[in-house]
């Protein structure tokens, strides 16, 4: 069998999801949420005034920053959804122009109410809001523009994007399966499991993507007891730049042959299937060799530095830097979104990149103007700084707006702030073991048990999940004094 120049096609099954999308949206305690996704995490300035106007009009005003760089509007009324998808798509943030036009947003919404819309508009419709799900490819927010970086992978993402969005048989993809395009970037995000990672890895012939399945790349670090440790899943093999969209292609199409039904992430079907025929089988798709090579074995890639995403650092192109600062709580209102567009736009490239850190970068800013920038984004209370306890705490929706929530998250997260002490790293309060907010595993991580009261996780790989639990029921007064005392010593709670 070999796919390589043949078409190869089978009817489009869209899975169900309950994740929010463009096109779904997905009711919360709070009203209902509408996630936007945007490529790279890329958010012009013109579109940011059209999420802040599109939020007031017809939500609660409150946007958040996702940990894969999307934003989502929060809080959306009962009966504004059409006029919100309206406004978002019209201001280009859906899925590839063309597959949405506008006589199809009331029939989205007739979707939702479960009416009946006619056979064709709800094909067109799943084809709209399968190819906005599969929007997954997560890259550096300083992508291009990274001095560390060892490839620009700008226009590869361009070209995964669009092949992820145009291929039919895509729509089977569940909404969460996601890949993970690294070019060797010091600002990176290396904790996210995604179910194809690619990395930028310097051969003496040039540049190569290694490229493992359903992991992390690995990156030499030491854990949180001071080992050696090189967390991550090991690379199979390495193609050239160009191979790239061919090579996700195949891996897609082949999780897409070999999957059972229920198999919805890559980590399902190396369960069932040994990576050696899961590779055989990407093969026939392709035209070019996939050699395994024994030395990526041990292969890993340069450490990466998360703090990068705050405050001013230079760029690759001389006199050039970025600034970003952490909304309280990932969350922004539509006066602060404004007001970041205006400072890109006046200082910057009149972009704005969200981070998976929740936070928010602005790239291409002249020397001289870094720090009228940074003043600008500690106004509108953003955390700049990485001593700032905002900029280390992360909290998912909570009572508030999650029926599950065993506590109102956000609020004591805030109370939290001003307890923390300045050695504590980061720390994430969860409603529940869903871990919404953190698609990683946090250094410590409060799980609400009760209102008000929390159990304590530390991060040690020698525990799933969140960690070892290291106490249990306390009070954000006991969680601070805790976190102080664990901070000071690892092995003390
Ligand atoms: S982590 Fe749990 S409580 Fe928090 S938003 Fe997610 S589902 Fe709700």
């Not at 579109?47 to 017809?58: D, G, K, L, V, Y």
Request: with cysteine; net charge negative; proline share 7%.
């Amino acid at each position: 069998m070999n796919h390589a120049s043949s078409s190869f096609v089978t009817p489009v099954t869209a899975r169900p999801s309950a994740c929010p999308g463009l096109l779904r949206i997905v009711a919360a305690l709070d009203g209902g949420i509408c996630r936007v996704k945007l490529p790279g995490g890329v958010l012009r300035s013109t579109e940011a005034r059209a999420i802040a106007e599109a939020s007031e009009q017809h939500a609660a005003g409150v946007i958040e920053v996702t940990n894969r760089a999307n934003l989502q509007i929060r809080g959306v009324m009962a009966g504004h959804e059409a006029a919100l998808i309206e406004t978002l798509v019209n201001a280009g943030l859906g899925p590839t122009a063309g597959l949405i036009d506008a006589a199809n947003y009331g029939a989205a919404v007739a979707l939702d109410a479960s009416t009946a819309p006619t056979a064709s508009t709800t094909t067109t419709l799943l084809a709209a809001s399968a190819a906005d799900d599969v929007r997954n490819l997560m890259i550096s927010p300083s992508a291009g523009r990274d001095p560390q970086a060892l490839f620009d992978t700008r226009a590869l993402a361009a070209q995964i994007l669009a092949l992820l969005q145009s291929e039919p048989r895509f729509a089977a993809l569940s909404p969460k399966f996601a890949l993970l395009l690294d070019g060797g970037e010091q600002l990176a995000m290396l904790d996210h499991p995604h179910d194809v990672w690619l990395a930028a890895t310097a051969a003496p012939e040039g540049v190569r993507f290694a490229f493992g399945l359903a992991g992390c790349p690995p990156v030499a670090r030491a854990d949180d007891r001071g080992r050696n440790a090189k967390p991550g899943t090991p690379a199979l093999a390495a193609v050239l730049p160009s191979q790239v969209p061919a090579l996700v292609n195949a891996l897609l199409q082949t999780f897409l042959d070999l999957a059972a039904p229920d198999d919805t992430r890559m980590r399902h079907l190396l369960a069932a299937h040994p990576v050696e025929a899961v590779l055989q089988h990407t093969q026939t798709y392709l035209d070019f060799p996939l050699n395994r090579d024994p030395a990526l074995a041990d292969w890993h890639r340069a450490p990466a530095d998360a703090s990068l995403r705050l405050g001013a650092h230079p760029q690759r192109m001389a006199g050039t830097w970025q600034a970003g600062g952490q909304p309280p709580l990932g969350r922004l209102d539509a006066a602060t979104l404004r007001a970041l567009a205006t400072i890109a736009e006046d200082s910057g490239d009149a972009t704005l990149h969200m981070t998976p850190w929740q936070s928010v970068l602005l790239p291409d800013i002249a020397a001289h103007a870094t720090a009228s920038v940074l003043t600008g984004l500690a106004a509108l209370g953003l955390a700049c700084k990485a001593t700032q306890p905002l900029a280390r705490l992360i909290a998912c929706a909570g009572s508030t707006g999650c029926a599950k929530s065993q506590a109102d998250t956000k609020a004591d997260a805030l109370h939290l702030a001003a307890l923390l002490p300045t050695t504590v790293e980061q720390v994430h309060l969860s409603g529940c073991p869903r871990s919404c907010a953190a698609a990683h595993r946090a250094p410590y991580t409060l799980l609400a048990v009760a209102p008000r009261h929390y159990d304590l996780y530390r991060r040690d790989d020698d525990h799933p999940g969140f960690g070892q639990c290291v106490a249990h029921h306390l009070t954000i007064e006991q969680a601070a004094d805790a976190l102080a005392r664990l901070a000071r010593s690892p092995f003390d709670a």
